[in-house]
């Protein structure tokens, strides 16, 4: 593992990750032994996920039409960036804390983000507030 990592010119710790990750997604399998061994299932597929990740996380040189956010929207984003938890946004905005977690769920999906922050920062990009 060392050696690849400095081969790569990152931590040891980053390619086992990077490893784990692409196993999760099915796309290497790890060969049984003692030594961290690892097999591409499917170049095609590897190479397919990538280009889908890459995709969902690509920011638009010039806004897209339909791509700017609501009143609600730019209210709900700036309340999870100073930090309020779900039940204080619900409140303010006169929403249900269901309701609440459903709005999030659908900005999360919107931006490609799996976590609040991450959404935070997509948005950051695309000039959002």
């Given at each position: 593992m060392n050696r690849v990592s400095a081969q790569?010119?990152?931590s040891a710790a980053r390619v086992a990750r990077s490893l784990d990750r692409l196993r999760e997604?099915?796309?290497?399998?790890?060969?049984?032994?003692?030594?961290?061994?690892y097999a591409a299932i499917d170049p095609q597929a590897a190479v397919?996920?990538?280009v889908r990740t890459r995709w969902r996380q690509a920011v638009?040189?010039?806004?897209?039409?339909?791509?700017e956010l609501g009143d609600e929207?730019?209210?709900?984003?700036?309340l999870m960036a100073a930090g309020l938890k779900?039940?204080?946004?619900a409140r303010r905005l006169g929403w249900s804390p269901r309701a609440m977690r459903r709005?999030?769920?659908?900005?999360?999906?919107?931006?490609?983000a799996t976590n609040r922050f991450q959404?935070?920062?997509i948005a950051a990009r695309r000039g959002w507030p």
């Open positions: 790569l010119g990152c997604l099915g796309l290497i399998a790890r060969r049984s032994g003692r030594q961290r061994r397919e996920a990538l638009p040189l010039h806004g897209e039409v339909g791509d929207d730019r209210s709900l984003l700036a779900d039940e204080a946004i709005r999030v769920s659908a900005l999360l999906t919107r931006l490609g959404a935070g920062a």
